[in-house]
């Protein structure tokens, strides 16, 4: 059994428990403990179920490489699946399920499929459920989609909040291994800005475990001594429980930092994801362990010898009495000896090589451990947990030698240096056959903005695996880095910290065990614990012609699971080269994405989560709106209301109320939104001519006038009233939607392409607020408040006067979009609600109603006025919406008037602007299309036009709508026929446009 | 007029970094030749400071010129002050080709300050905000959070932003919920 | 996500705080133009694998539009330049020779 042993521990507090749950058992563990650790110290080796067979599997690793050990972990807003327990530290009231299983852990169901594993191969689902096809949608899909998925989707709302941050660094390091402090040091000498980064909670890394020397000391006291230097300098950021997630384009760089999750609930964000710039970048990633490939190597009891000495050094923990060590080389000798120095029992130590005859087999030997030279596990015998291995020759077939009974085995296949951040950005691999692994090749390295080199592997991650090497590898680096980022100081090379450790022999490969291991033992040799991928399925995905390592990739789902493949990728590879008989660096890799594991979705929205999520605009009227019932309706980013509903009304009712209200008395409409644009130059009319399909340039002083933008390809892009308000000043409303994109489509004929015309544009949307003043009493109300002349002689239709009105220094606009008349008054925004709740006192007597965008809409439609987005759609050119009249022909060019010559856009077979009246009175369904004869070539119904517009009018008290028909203004009077999704197809007849006050006589007045 | 209110009325969230809405500012966009006399001459006389080189602003309480592009100034001017700032522009410039708007009522100011009130900058933006590259003067136009702001330290620490009025609520609400997660602990000034 | 010098503020700038504008020194064709030489004004762009020539609008900082020369396979920028040019001025196009002396100089190729 595993359990936690009296000495050890080097990170664990055995005076401070901890109590956890795990699938509801309440469980002690140490402060310092993760999950991992802490489960294993109270004998619970089985952590979870594998993905396909639920077989049941218990933690391989001790770090972010862990493909087995995840849990659902919290409650609630806190819930989160998928959480390494390996990488989980340990708090007080934590609540961890095991995933994967039905109806438990310890008995589950689906593990019939192991039983079944012969049926289930590489490509099982593709073949099986291809046929019939209807199968699919209705039998198979929703069967599979029952038993598919790891943890649970979380239930609640994210109850934490998160962060990011932005920060600008000269070099930054990723990884706090020995290799990252050696950079830094380098670095920091230089007084470049430096920050290190450590995914763990600890400094060191594996160096802390394997204590080599370091100038002279344990490896333990000279990083406790190399942190405190780092934290006493002020250019130097030490970051722990920071992982690097992903290296981007031109040095940008993802930092994951945990900054609360580590305690549990508590106040502050959980995580801040760090958005990083820097001029250089150093990996300092280290190393993962390769598992081998034998028969049960998935058994629970079956770890990386790396990880039963971790658990054993950092938390006093051993995962079994008896552990038999299995390698190909040096490196894992130092389980057994630390194992045998803990008192545990080592029956042997299987070593594929023929000979193993340094240091640490020498050391091991002297401690009595029996080494079996040129041997390998022909398979591992147990169920939940390890019982025997059997032993056989690496050279043969897996003819059992002997049986040793054990309850743990350490396996190690040699080391792979963490690439991925080198990866990301374009790093290229070499393959450094003596050491089998891939290494960052230094001449292929990723490039910057300036086509520099930005990114140095160092350390193990640069496939270095000795101490001295490691140390003067990364402290060279990391001169290098501060100087190509332009550091103030040079920095001595002669103050690199130097080191040693045991020699270690050459590692012989191993990527089958035994090398001639049957199909038996190869369908029960494990390649990718997560998603149940074992040798067999590479081979059979190489024989079925799936040979890019990319397809194989894909047909198995070999490193696809959420560990990405850290454990399985090169193994998995090196199993497809010998099927495809190429050498492995031939078959390649499969590409390294960020991030480096998986980050939260949380993490990347950040505070923007909630009211944050995005930017919502305000008018100085919205707080009355909110206050008096607005129902809202986004417009872009601002917030318009739709209706203001009053007690006991719908929104159809209010909107009704509205628009009866303003046509027969007085209405309000916050039209704040819409966007001003001043225009100011001596070219300033020039250039509005080519910015407006109409003549700008002409229109007198005082008054105003309806324009139309189109873009160069002739569509209708915006529209708006101008007004001129000086000799080289002109004021352009846009749409409310409109202000930005038409202040930067005009900056960007000014900047771009008549940079010699002399004109300035402004953006003054926010500074006014602007309110529309409406209907039969509009005049009246006006009056009321007192001072300009508002009057019909003074202030004619389409003229605009500046003046006061109750005391506000207003601009009034006579300018009408509801055939009412009607003002809009333009005040300063900070006055604007001020003055709203003078109109709104004032006409009182007249029965004032603030109307909604809905009434707007609707009064627009009763008098046939376009709307841009529902009449336009960026197909539509003002053409086809009968605006001729607005398209100047005195003008020799204007964006927009070369397209329209076009023999399209000049097709009198173009669908253009009509009204359409249902024939029944009822309101059309918006978007319906007008069916003609026939099919198309895809066998669709013909059609021969749409409803752009529809609404019931409340004024004539029917349906309304305007839509684009083929040819429509010739065939008045005909009846369509148009698509109702919910029913039966409606006819309507084409009218014209103008349904209300042709004459128009009301606005006039 | 005094029934005249800025975006958010003074609002403020108290803390170890405090964030408050300046109240009424008078803001004057102005655009010209920054190569003319004249020019100069009026937006220093108006504010009071020298004329700002690329990237700074000099400002002083109320008062002071953003360097906002290469042809864009903002004079900033007591609230009151706006309207004879105009006429004053207007008779300093005929006949120039300019253009000035007032925009004090489209923008609100938002000050920061406190320990780590750079922090809660670097939270929202993506611009260099150490120590070595940004000082009292520097000017930076940028995003907050995913709207426009332009922002300058003070000499006491403090960092005034400016941003449109209508995310004012947005832009405020964002500063205090950055200002109440806490110091980060990255700069050390 | 690429960082750019804005050439009027003097800074550079993530690209977050840029909208991208397409490709640069296009001539425009208006009324009078053949249907063919406004086809290609319209809809013609390069796609070239290698050395380009695009605008960029510093939208969250100055409002200025500016050119950049950048190779669109590795991201390396030659640099920034005024957008009030009708070809990229001869330092860009020497910056560029330099590091890609294969380029065969079209502004447009």
Same mark, same amino acid.
């Given at each position: 059994?595993?359990?936690? /042993?009296?000495?050890?521990?080097?990170?664990?507090?055995?005076?401070?428990?901890?109590?956890?749950?795990?699938?509801?058992?309440?469980? %002690? #563990?140490?402060?310092?403990?993760?999950?991992?650790?802490?489960?294993?110290?109270?004998?619970?080796?089985?952590?979870?179920?594998?993905?396909?067979?639920?077989?049941?599997?218990?933690?391989?690793?001790?770090?972010?490489? &862990?493909?087995?050990?995840?849990?659902?972990?919290?409650?609630?807003?806190?819930?989160?699946?998928?959480?390494?327990?390996?990488?989980?530290?340990?708090?007080?009231?934590?609540?961890? =399920?095991? %995933?994967?299983?039905?109806?438990?852990?310890?008995?589950?169901?689906?593990?019939?499929?192991?039983?079944?594993?012969?049926?289930?191969?590489?490509?099982?689902?593709?073949?099986?459920?291809?046929?019939?096809?209807?199968?699919?949608?209705?039998?198979?899909?929703?069967?599979?989609?029952?038993?598919?998925?790891?943890?649970?989707?979380?239930?609640?709302?994210?109850?934490?909040?998160?962060?990011?941050?932005?920060?600008?660094?000269?070099?930054?390091?990723?990884?706090?291994?020995?290799?990252?402090?050696?950079?830094? /040091?380098?670095?920091?000498?230089?007084?470049?800005?430096?920050?290190?980064?450590?995914?763990?909670?600890?400094?060191?890394?594996?160096?802390?475990?394997?204590?080599?020397?370091?100038?002279?000391?344990?490896?333990?006291?000279?990083?406790?001594?190399?942190? &405190?230097?780092?934290?006493?300098?002020?250019?130097?950021?030490?970051?722990?429980?920071?992982?690097?997630?992903?290296?981007?384009?031109?040095?940008?760089?993802?930092?994951?930092?945990?900054?609360?999750?580590?305690?549990?609930?508590?106040?502050?964000?959980?995580?801040?994801?760090?958005?990083?710039?820097?001029?250089?970048?150093?990996?300092?990633?280290?190393?993962?362990?390769?598992?081998?490939?034998?028969?049960?190597?998935?058994?629970?009891?079956?770890?990386?010898?790396?990880?039963?000495?971790?658990?054993?050094? +950092?938390?006093?923990?051993?995962?079994?009495?008896?552990?038999?060590?299995?390698?190909?080389?040096?490196?894992?000798?130092?389980?057994?000896?630390?194992?045998?120095?803990?008192?545990?029992?080592?029956?042997?130590?299987?070593?594929?090589?023929?000979?193993?005859?340094?240091?640490?087999?020498?050391?091991?030997?002297?401690?009595?451990?029996?080494?079996?030279?040129?041997?390998?596990?022909?398979?591992?015998?147990?169920?939940?947990?390890?019982?025997?291995?059997?032993?056989?020759?690496?050279?043969?077939?897996?003819?059992?030698?002997?049986?040793?009974?054990?309850?743990?085995?350490?396996?190690?296949?040699?080391?792979?240096?963490?690439?991925?951040?080198?990866?990301?950005?374009?790093?290229?691999?070499?393959?450094?056959?003596?050491?089998?692994?891939?290494?960052?090749?230094?001449?292929?390295?990723?490039?910057?903005?300036?086509?520099?080199?930005?990114?140095?592997?160092?350390?193990?991650?640069?496939?270095?695996?000795?101490?001295?090497?490691?140390?003067?590898?990364?402290?060279?680096?990391?001169?290098?880095?501060?100087?190509?980022?332009?550091?103030?100081?040079?920095?001595?090379?002669?103050?690199?910290?130097?080191?040693?450790?045991?020699?270690?022999?050459?590692?012989?490969?191993?990527?089958?065990?035994?090398?001639?291991?049957?199909?038996?033992?190869?369908?029960?040799?494990?390649?990718?614990?997560?998603?149940?991928?074992?040798?067999?399925?590479?081979?059979?995905?190489?024989?079925?012609?799936?040979?890019?390592?990319?397809?194989?990739?894909?047909?198995?789902?070999?490193?696809?699971?959420?560990?990405? #493949?850290?454990?399985?990728?090169?193994?998995?590879?090196?199993?497809?080269?010998?099927?495809?008989?190429?050498?492995?660096?031939?078959?390649?890799?499969?590409?390294?994405?960020?991030?480096?594991?998986?980050?939260?979705?949380?993490?990347?929205?950040?505070?923007?989560?909630?009211?944050?999520?995005?930017?919502?605009?305000?008018?100085?009227?919205?707080?009355?709106?909110?206050?008096?019932?607005?129902?809202?309706?986004?417009?872009?980013?601002?917030?318009?209301?739709?209706?203001? /509903?009053?007690?006991?009304?719908?929104?159809?009712?209010?909107?009704?109320?509205?628009?009866?209200?303003?046509?027969?008395?007085?209405?309000?409409?916050?039209?704040?939104?819409?966007?001003?644009?001043?225009?100011?130059?001596?070219?300033?009319?020039?250039?509005?001519?080519?910015?407006?399909?109409?003549?700008?340039?002409?229109?007198?002083?005082?008054?105003?006038?309806?324009?139309?933008?189109?873009?160069?390809?002739?569509?209708?892009?915006?529209?708006?009233?101008?007004?001129?308000?000086?000799?080289?000043?002109?004021?352009?409303?846009? =749409?409310?939607?409109?202000?930005?994109?038409?202040?930067?489509?005009?900056?960007?004929?000014?900047?771009?392409?008549?940079?010699?015309?002399?004109?300035?544009?402004?953006?003054?949307?926010?500074?006014?607020?602007?309110?529309?003043?409406?209907?039969? +009493?509009?005049?009246?109300?006006?009056?009321?408040?007192?001072?300009?002349?508002?009057?019909?002689?003074? /202030?004619?239709?389409?003229?605009?006067?500046?003046?006061?009105?109750?005391?506000?220094?207003?601009?009034?606009?006579?300018?009408?979009?509801?055939?009412?008349?009607?003002?809009?008054?333009?005040?300063?925004?900070?006055?604007?609600?001020?003055?709203?709740?003078?109109?709104?006192?004032?006409?009182?007597?007249?029965?004032?109603?603030?109307?909604?965008? &809905?009434?707007?809409?609707?009064?627009?439609?009763?008098?046939?006025?376009?709307?841009?987005?529902?009449?336009?759609?960026?197909?539509?050119?003002?053409?086809?919406?009968?605006?001729?009249?607005?398209?100047?022909?005195?003008?020799?060019?204007?964006?927009?008037?070369?397209?329209? &010559?076009?023999?399209?856009?000049?097709?009198? +077979?173009?669908?253009?602007?009509?009204?359409?009246?249902?024939?029944?009175?009822?309101?059309?369904?918006?978007?319906?299309?007008?069916?003609?004869?026939?099919? +198309?070539?895809?066998?669709?119904?013909?059609?021969?036009?749409?409803?752009?517009?529809?609404?019931?009018?409340?004024?004539?008290?029917?349906?309304?709508?305007?839509?684009?028909?083929?040819?429509?203004?010739?065939?008045?009077?005909?009846?369509?026929?148009?698509?109702?999704?919910?029913?039966?197809?409606?006819?309507?007849?084409?009218?014209?446009?103008?349904?209300?006050?042709?004459?128009?006589?009301? %606005?006039?007045? | 007029?005094?029934?005249?209110?800025?975006?958010?009325?003074?609002?403020?969230?108290?803390?170890?970094?405090?964030?408050?809405?300046?109240?009424?500012?008078?803001?004057?966009?102005?655009?010209?030749?920054?190569?003319?006399?004249?020019?100069?001459?009026?937006?220093?006389?108006?504010?009071?400071?020298?004329?700002?080189?690329?990237?700074?602003?000099?400002?002083?309480?109320?008062?002071?010129?953003?360097?906002?592009?290469?042809?864009?100034?903002?004079?900033?001017?007591?609230?009151?002050?706006?309207?004879?700032?105009?006429?004053?522009?207007?008779?300093?410039?005929?006949?120039?080709?300019?253009?000035?708007?007032?925009?004090?009522?489209?923008?609100?100011?938002?000050?920061?300050?406190?320990?780590?009130?750079?922090?809660?900058?670097?939270?929202?933006?993506?611009?260099?905000?150490?120590?070595?590259?940004?000082?009292?003067?520097?000017?930076?136009?940028?995003?907050?959070?995913?709207?426009?702001?332009?922002?300058?330290?003070?000499?006491?620490?403090?960092?005034?932003?400016?941003?449109?009025?209508?995310?004012?609520?947005?832009?405020?609400?964002?500063?205090?919920?950055?200002?109440?997660?806490?110091?980060?602990?990255?700069?050390?000034? | 996500?690429?960082?750019?010098?804005?050439?009027?503020?003097?800074?550079?700038?993530?690209?977050?705080?840029?909208?991208?504008?397409?490709?640069?020194?296009?001539?425009?064709?208006?009324?009078?133009?053949?249907?063919?030489?406004?086809?290609?004004?319209?809809?013609?762009?390069?796609?070239?694998?290698?050395?380009?020539?695009?605008?960029?609008?510093?939208?969250?900082?100055?409002?200025?539009?500016?050119?950049?020369?950048?190779?669109?396979?590795?991201?390396?920028?030659?640099?920034?330049?005024?957008?009030?040019?009708?070809?990229?001025?001869?330092? !860009?196009?020497?910056? !560029?020779?330099?590091?890609?002396?294969?380029?065969?100089?079209?502004?447009?190729?």
């Amino acid at each position: 059994m595993s359990t936690r /042993l009296e000495n050890m521990g080097r990170l664990v507090d055995r005076n401070q428990a901890v109590t956890f749950l795990f699938n509801g058992k309440t469980l %002690q #563990g140490l402060a310092g403990d993760t999950i991992a650790s802490a489960l294993l110290a109270n004998d619970q080796l089985l952590v979870g179920r594998s993905f396909k067979y639920h077989r049941p599997r218990g933690v391989v690793a001790s770090g972010a490489e &862990e493909p087995n050990g995840l849990v659902n972990l919290g409650q609630d807003g806190h819930f989160e699946p998928n959480q390494r327990v390996t990488t989980t530290e340990l708090y007080d009231g934590l609540q961890a =399920t095991s %995933q994967n299983h039905w109806p438990t852990l310890e008995f589950d169901v689906g593990a019939i499929n192991t039983y079944l594993a012969r049926f289930l191969p590489a490509g099982f689902y593709y073949k099986m459920f291809i046929h019939p096809r209807p199968f699919w949608k209705y039998v198979y899909e929703p069967i599979i989609r029952k038993s598919a998925g790891l943890g649970k989707a979380p239930k609640d709302r994210d109850a934490d909040t998160y962060e990011h941050f932005h920060a600008h660094i000269d070099v930054l390091i990723i990884g706090g291994g020995i290799a990252g402090l050696s950079s830094a /040091l380098a670095a920091a000498q230089t007084g470049a800005r430096v920050m290190l980064m450590e995914q763990t909670a600890h400094w060191g890394g594996r160096a802390a475990v394997d204590a080599p020397q370091i100038e002279g000391m344990s490896a333990e006291a000279w990083i406790a001594q190399t942190v &405190e230097a780092l934290e006493a300098m002020p250019n130097v950021s030490l970051r722990l429980r920071t992982m690097g997630a992903g290296v981007y384009d031109h040095g940008y760089v993802l930092g994951y930092e945990k900054l609360t999750e580590h305690l549990g609930v508590s106040d502050g964000p959980r995580q801040r994801l760090w958005r990083i710039r820097a001029k250089q970048i150093i990996t300092a990633t280290g190393a993962i362990e390769r598992p081998l490939s034998f028969a049960g190597n998935d058994i629970p009891g079956v770890l990386l010898a790396s990880a039963v000495r971790d658990y054993a050094v +950092n938390y006093g923990v051993s995962i079994g009495d008896r552990t038999v060590v299995v390698a190909n080389n040096d490196d894992a000798y130092r389980t057994a000896i630390t194992l045998c120095e803990a008192g545990l029992n080592v029956p042997a130590i299987i070593d594929v090589r023929p000979t193993s005859e340094g240091e640490l087999p020498q050391q091991a030997r002297d401690l009595g451990i029996r080494v079996l030279s040129g041997k390998g596990i022909a398979k591992v015998k147990g169920g939940k947990r390890v019982t025997s291995v059997v032993v056989c020759a690496q050279a043969g077939e897996g003819a059992a030698l002997e049986e040793i009974a054990c309850d743990c085995v350490a396996m190690s296949g040699g080391w792979s240096p963490v690439v991925h951040l080198w990866s990301h950005c374009g790093g290229k691999l070499i393959w450094d056959e003596a050491q089998a692994m891939f290494r960052p090749d230094p001449e292929q390295a990723p490039k910057g903005d300036q086509g520099q080199d930005f990114v140095t592997a160092v350390g193990t991650a640069n496939g270095n695996l000795f101490t001295a090497e490691v140390l003067g590898d990364a402290f060279a680096a990391g001169l290098s880095a501060a100087q190509s980022a332009g550091a103030p100081k040079k920095g001595r090379a002669a103050n690199a910290p130097q080191g040693n450790d045991a020699e270690e022999a050459a590692l012989s490969p191993a990527w089958l065990m035994p090398q001639g291991a049957s199909y038996e033992l190869r369908a029960k040799a494990w390649l990718d614990f997560q998603n149940d991928v074992k040798v067999s399925d590479v081979q059979l995905a190489a024989q079925e012609g799936f040979e890019s390592v990319e397809h194989a990739k894909r047909y198995t789902t070999l490193g696809m699971a959420t560990d990405q #493949g850290k454990l399985s990728n090169i193994n998995g590879l090196a199993v497809l080269s010998k099927s495809l008989n190429s050498d492995i660096p031939d078959v390649g890799t499969t590409t390294f994405r960020p991030p480096y594991t998986p980050i939260s979705m949380s993490s990347i929205a950040g505070v923007a989560q909630n009211d944050l999520f995005q930017p919502i605009q305000w008018t100085p009227m919205s707080e009355w709106h909110s206050e008096n019932g607005a129902d809202y309706e986004p417009v872009g980013h601002w917030r318009r209301p739709y209706a203001y /509903l009053r007690d006991g009304e719908t929104v159809h009712e209010a909107v009704n109320r509205e628009v009866v209200n303003t046509r027969e008395s007085l209405g309000l409409l916050d039209a704040s939104t819409l966007g001003k644009l001043v225009v100011k130059g001596p070219d300033a009319g020039k250039f509005l001519d080519m910015m407006y399909t109409n003549m700008m340039s002409t229109l007198p002083i005082g008054k105003c006038r309806y324009g139309l933008m189109c873009t160069e390809n002739g569509f209708l892009s915006d529209d708006g009233v101008v007004a001129r308000i000086g000799e080289q000043e002109w004021l352009c409303h846009t =749409t409310t939607g409109g202000a930005g994109r038409i202040h930067e489509w005009m900056e960007d004929w000014l900047q771009c392409e008549w940079w010699d015309w002399k004109v300035y544009v402004a953006n003054v949307t926010e500074q006014l607020a602007q309110v529309a003043v409406v209907g039969p +009493n509009a005049r009246k109300l006006l009056e009321k408040l007192g001072g300009m002349d508002v009057s019909k002689e003074a /202030l004619p239709f389409m003229q605009w006067a500046d003046g006061t009105l109750g005391g506000f220094d207003a601009r009034a606009y006579r300018i009408s979009f509801s055939g009412e008349l009607s003002y809009e008054i333009a005040v300063p925004a900070s006055q604007g609600r001020a003055f709203w709740d003078a109109l709104l006192a004032a006409g009182e007597e007249f029965g004032v109603m603030p109307y909604g965008t &809905e009434a707007l809409h609707i009064m627009r439609a009763e008098k046939g006025f376009i709307m841009i987005g529902d009449e336009t759609d960026g197909t539509v050119i003002p053409q086809d919406l009968n605006l001729q009249w607005a398209l100047s022909k005195k003008k020799t060019d204007y964006l927009g008037k070369r397209a329209q &010559e076009r023999s399209h856009m000049a097709d009198p +077979n173009r669908w253009k602007l009509v009204g359409l009246e249902t024939l029944d009175g009822s309101v059309l369904p918006d978007g319906a299309y007008a069916i003609a004869d026939g099919d +198309n070539d895809n066998a669709q119904r013909n059609t021969q036009g749409r409803v752009t517009s529809t609404y019931y009018s409340p004024t004539l008290n029917k349906g309304i709508a305007m839509g684009l028909v083929h040819r429509g203004p010739e065939r008045m009077g005909e009846v369509l026929t148009f698509t109702n999704v919910d029913g039966e197809p409606i006819k309507a007849k084409i009218v014209d446009q103008v349904f209300y006050d042709k004459e128009g006589a009301k %606005q006039n007045v | 007029m005094s029934n005249a209110v800025s975006a958010l009325n003074g609002l403020t969230a108290a803390g170890d970094v405090t964030v408050k809405e300046a109240g009424l500012r008078g803001m004057i966009t102005l655009r010209g030749d920054f190569s003319s006399r004249k020019f100069k001459n009026i937006c220093t006389e108006l504010s009071g400071m020298g004329f700002p080189e690329q990237g700074k602003a000099n400002c002083d309480g109320d008062r002071g010129l953003c360097w906002m592009s290469p042809d864009e100034i903002l004079l900033l001017v007591a609230h009151d002050d706006v309207a004879e700032s105009l006429t004053k522009i207007e008779k300093a410039l005929k006949g120039q080709h300019y253009l000035a708007a007032n925009v004090s009522d489209a923008r609100a100011q938002i000050s920061v300050s406190g320990p780590f009130a750079r922090e809660v900058i670097a939270k929202l933006a993506p611009a260099d905000l150490h120590p070595d590259h940004f000082q009292p003067g520097d000017f930076r136009r940028t995003r907050l959070g995913q709207v426009a702001a332009a922002f300058w330290l003070t000499e006491t620490g403090a960092i005034e932003i400016i941003c449109f009025r209508s995310v004012a609520d947005y832009t405020f609400r964002l500063l205090a919920a950055s200002a109440k997660a806490g110091p980060v602990g990255y700069f050390t000034v | 996500m690429l960082v750019l010098h804005c050439p009027y503020c003097g800074v550079d700038v993530d690209e977050t705080d840029l909208h991208g504008g397409g490709e640069a020194h296009l001539t425009r064709h208006g009324p009078g133009s053949s249907d063919d030489e406004f086809h290609d004004y319209l809809f013609q762009r390069a796609n070239p694998k290698g050395v380009h020539f695009e605008r960029w609008r510093h939208v969250y900082g100055c409002g200025k539009y500016f050119h950049a020369a950048r190779c669109t396979m590795t991201l390396e920028v030659f640099g920034t330049y005024s957008a009030q040019t009708l070809e990229p001025p001869q330092e !860009i196009k020497d910056a !560029i020779m330099a590091k890609r002396p294969d380029w065969t100089g079209g502004a447009k190729s």
